[in-house]
């Protein structure tokens, strides 16, 4: 049996602490209201400046001038012509040309006039859309550094809550191929699942804050959204209030961490009663059990990825956005599962795991960083090459605002396990495994992060408190609910099927 040290069980109340300090900390240091938002914005924008504004004041002072030398210099060649005349004559003329001269000044001036008097209100209604324009500015900042702590808490939650969701999807594929090398680390892959039901708990929890408006990171439940009278009116989300209703959305929330839930629960109580049982009951009723929840997955993890996350661009979709969340917090899970391992390997527990079994775990780990990688290109060069200006926004966004975390999680997720675990002999060895295990679970929180801020903060992110917070919170909470699970139960099944050939499985 697995004893919890004391050691590991005090860092993650540490880290709990720790975490709920920061998480704390970034709410209290949200702008709380509009002018705090306008000392921001004017700290970061000290040096912008209004010449602008002077041109067409010295652009006006020049007429005047103008229009005198004219009228002077009219005057004097019409009298220049007229030398020759009479004095009576000369002296009616240069009255009428006085009287003319004298009009056409006047007219000039009126045109003067009216043009400075169409500046002034061209100013006024330019000053006027300036100011609404700062207005609405200051107001979205303040909407999204409110959303920051709100966005760093969901990040990490849903994070470590699909990384769960990857173990038990490995697990359930385990479970229905009947493989042979993997049951000496079953008891791993439920320890971890263990978390499921506490991090669904919380997650649902921020689902309905969400919706009660709490916070505000779902545009689509924006008050007035649907509402053809309201301001905030938005079309193309009104013909999606079918689907995209808080009622409908929080009870498919529910049915898929229910669902989740149960299939953790049953297969684990399946596989301690076989443990006891004398034939393979519990066993085939596993198998059967795990088909039916891999159909109920992969159904619940599309919309899932839908609903959670892309909802949060309720004008962007992605055909393969699905398939693309579930490629990181599988190969997430996995990796999860081999740190565990490790990690139980090297306090002299699970005596039947070899290097065999650590290299397998390490194939599906570069295998499955290829699969995501595969689906990243594929999803962003076909939005990229089409160009179309409702699909391409959502990478420019990230590209423009976001242009360290994007392409770093090319070099985290791809790159570096890519260079590292390519090397068969690299895949057996503990130091190498582990640290490509913590960069590509970094890498994956790191495009979880990319997925879900630029919707919800936009280009007010960085990673501050919150976020480094957050992750230790739920880093700490997952350490102590994981390995307390593990105390529970004998960390080597007994009567598994393929348990022998798991033992002396070798690679």
């Not at 009216?114 to 303040?142: C, G, P, R």
Request: hydrophobic residues 50%; aromatic residues 16%.
């Amino acid at each position: 049996m697995y004893t919890f040290s004391q050691r590991l069980k005090t860092s993650a109340y540490i880290l709990i602490a720790l975490g709920l300090v920061g998480i704390v900390y970034g709410f209290l240091s949200t702008p709380k209201t509009i002018e705090d938002v306008e000392k921001i914005v004017a700290a970061a924008h000290h040096e912008g400046g209004h010449e602008g504004s002077h041109s067409a004041t010295a652009s006006h002072e020049s007429h005047n001038p103008a229009a005198h030398d004219s009228h002077e210099a009219s005057h004097q060649e019409v009298a220049t012509n007229h030398e020759a005349t009479n004095a009576t004559e000369a002296h009616e003329a240069t009255d009428s040309i006085k009287i003319e001269a004298t009009d056409s000044a006047h007219v000039a001036e009126m045109a003067v006039t009216s043009n400075h008097a169409l500046n002034i209100v061209a100013k006024k209604e330019k000053k006027i859309d300036e100011a609404q324009a700062h207005k609405e500015h200051i107001e979205h900042v303040f909407h999204q550094l409110q959303n920051k702590p709100w966005a760093a808490l969901y990040v990490a939650c849903i994070f470590f809550l699909l990384v769960t969701m990857g173990a038990l999807a490995f697990y359930a594929i385990q479970q229905v191929a009947q493989a042979g090398w993997s049951p000496v680390l079953f008891r791993v892959m439920q320890g971890i699942t263990a978390y499921l039901p506490v991090g669904s708990v919380i997650f649902f929890i921020l689902l309905i804050l969400s919706g009660t408006h709490v916070n505000h990171l779902f545009p689509w439940m924006a008050e007035g959204i649907t509402d053809k009278n309201s301001p905030n009116y938005d079309a193309l989300i009104a013909g999606k209030q079918g689907y995209l209703n808080f009622g409908f959305w929080i009870v498919r929330a529910a049915v898929f961490l229910i669902g989740w839930n149960l299939y953790r629960y049953y297969s684990r109580k399946n596989c301690l009663a076989q443990d006891e049982a004398s034939d393979d009951f519990y066993y085939k009723k596993n198998f059967k059990l795990s088909a039916m929840f891999l159909v109920f997955f992969i159904v619940s993890e599309s919309i899932m990825a839908w609903d959670w996350i892309m909802s949060l661009d309720p004008h962007w979709f992605s055909t393969l956005f699905g398939w693309y969340v579930f490629a990181s917090f599988f190969v997430s899970g996995i990796t999860t599962i081999s740190m565990v391992t490790l990690y139980l390997k090297s306090k002299g527990y699970l005596e039947y795991v070899n290097s065999s079994h650590i290299h397998d775990l390490s194939k599906f780990m570069f295998g499955i960083s290829v699969f995501w990688t595969y689906l990243w290109f594929s999803q962003f060069m076909l939005i990229w090459y089409a160009n179309i200006p409702e699909e391409v926004t959502y990478f420019i966004t990230r590209i423009n605002d976001y242009t360290l975390p994007f392409w770093g999680a090319v070099g985290l997720n791809f790159v570096f396990p890519f260079l590292i675990l390519i090397n068969t002999d690299f895949k057996r060895v503990a130091p190498i495994i582990v640290t490509a295990g913590v960069v590509i679970l970094f890498g994956h929180y790191i495009d979880f992060f990319n997925m879900i801020m630029p919707a919800t903060v936009g280009d007010q992110w960085f990673i501050g408190v919150s976020e480094i917070g957050s992750v230790l919170f739920f880093l700490g909470l997952f350490i102590l609910v994981v390995f307390n699970a593990l105390t529970k139960a004998p960390l080597t099944p007994k009567r598994n099927p393929y348990m022998e050939e798991s033992k002396h499985f070798h690679y």
